[in-house]
């Protein structure tokens, strides 16, 4: 079976999170990634959270499907090897600091005068313009800027971040979707372009319209914990076995449902029951009608009883519970991976399923360096040369 993106050739320059993952997607389709490494500075990511003898989790979900080379681009024979790589490559995924890859000879226009088909994708905190585009850039600072962490919290705590790299996740969505609209294009025109993503904008885009009501009506969106505005109840409730369900009526007709199955049925007469907004005014009556209910049932036994009841709700899962849960199982999100270190290790799958031409996981990430040889032998050089460059630090 062909995979969507056969043919196409991925070379990822980046490092940690946003960049990489966005190579990572187009890989599962079928493209081949060749990951660029300094020779002597791995991916930082190789070294982030937990290990398995001395074997970096992390990197294995972010390295997978592809070839891993090295190569010291600040060097001139390094610039020039990259060049030679890149004359027949469709993708480059970077993020350097702006001004960086150009301090190197090797920015946009000299890159698309060797090939002018190549989309060169550029990932960075505040984008390739303005005030604070050399400023360094990650995730925790677009989770802040873009007004998630304002918005995200118990209304009496502090702004609160999410304990994973969401702005990045998010950005590499937004630049595989991005690269996807530039090959399309190029079909067209025949000519690859620049792509500027700035890690600060597409988490923004995922906040919903905060910005046009601030517009229209100056309101500013407040920290509500697990509450929302528009609809309740909304909540986390725990249950009698200490676990927790999240409950959700966006829909009036759930929302009816959640009361009745509760014991409140008395409560949706109620004039502002019948609106989402009338009924987040009065959060506290509803969160205490709910919660006390769920109190004195173990978390199956509610689960059960909101299914039976066509009411909205879900167990909040750790890992744990995601590995058993028999719908996880059903869609294949977890997949077992093979891998020369660890032998398998288990991933999050690709996260949607095409019915002709699947997303694959066909490797874990590759040791540093592991293709060098390989990729740059396919270019014309020869074993001594190698040698001579790997000599001098350039590979």
């Known amino acids: 079976m062909t995979a969507p993106l056969d043919g196409v050739t991925v070379v990822d320059l980046a490092t940690l999170f946003a960049g990489p993952l966005a190579a990572a997607f187009l890989g599962d389709f079928g493209a081949d990634v060749i990951k660029v490494e300094h020779p002597a500075k791995p991916d930082p990511s190789r070294g982030h959270g937990p290990a398995r003898d001395g074997v970096g989790l992390w990197w294995k979900v972010l390295g997978r499907n592809k070839r891993t080379v090295t190569l010291n681009l600040s060097d001139p024979d390094g610039a020039a090897l990259l060049r030679r790589l890149l004359a027949d490559a469709d993708v480059l995924v970077e993020n350097f600091r702006p001004g960086t890859l150009e301090r190197w000879g090797l920015g946009p226009a000299e890159l698309h005068a060797v090939n002018p088909r190549l989309v060169i994708t550029r990932i960075s905190g505040f984008g390739q313009v303005g005030p604070y585009a050399r400023r360094p ?167 059960a009883a909101f299914e039976e009841a066509q009411a909205a709700v879900a167990p909040v899962y750790d890992v744990r519970d995601i590995l058993s849960d028999p719908q996880y199982a059903a869609l294949g999100t977890v997949r077992t991976v093979p891998d020369e270190e660890l032998g398998e290790v288990r991933m999050q799958n690709v996260p949607f399923r095409l019915a002709e031409t699947p997303g694959e996981i066909r490797h874990a990430g590759r040791r540093h360096g592991q293709d060098t040889d390989a990729v740059f032998g396919a270019l014309g050089l020869t074993a001594e040369e190698l040698a001579a460059l790997r000599e001098r630090g350039v590979l």
């Not at 007709?253 to 009745?260: N, Q």
């Open 137 to 303: 850039g990650f995730g925790t600072l677009a989770e802040a800027m873009s007004g998630f962490a304002a918005a995200t919290g118990e209304p009496d705590g502090p702004p609160t971040l999410p304990p994973f790299g969401l702005a990045d996740s998010v950005s590499a969505l937004a630049a595989a979707y991005a690269v996807m609209l530039a090959l399309r294009a190029r079909d067209v025109t025949g000519t690859g372009q620049v792509v500027d993503l700035a890690i600060i904008e597409p988490i923004m885009a995922m906040l919903g319209p905060q910005i046009t009501w601030y517009d229209q009506l100056g309101y500013v969106q407040p920290r509500l914990g697990n509450r929302s505005n528009n609809n309740a109840p909304r909540n986390t409730y725990r249950c009698a076995d200490g676990r927790w369900v999240a409950v959700s009526t966006s829909a009036q007709s759930i929302a009816e449902r959640v009361l009745r199955l509760v014991g409140r049925g008395e409560l949706v007469d109620e004039p502002w029951f019948a609106t989402g907004s009338g009924r987040a005014a009065h959060a506290d009556e509803l969160d205490a009608a709910v919660s006390a209910w769920v109190a004195q049932r173990d978390r199956d036994e509610v689960v």
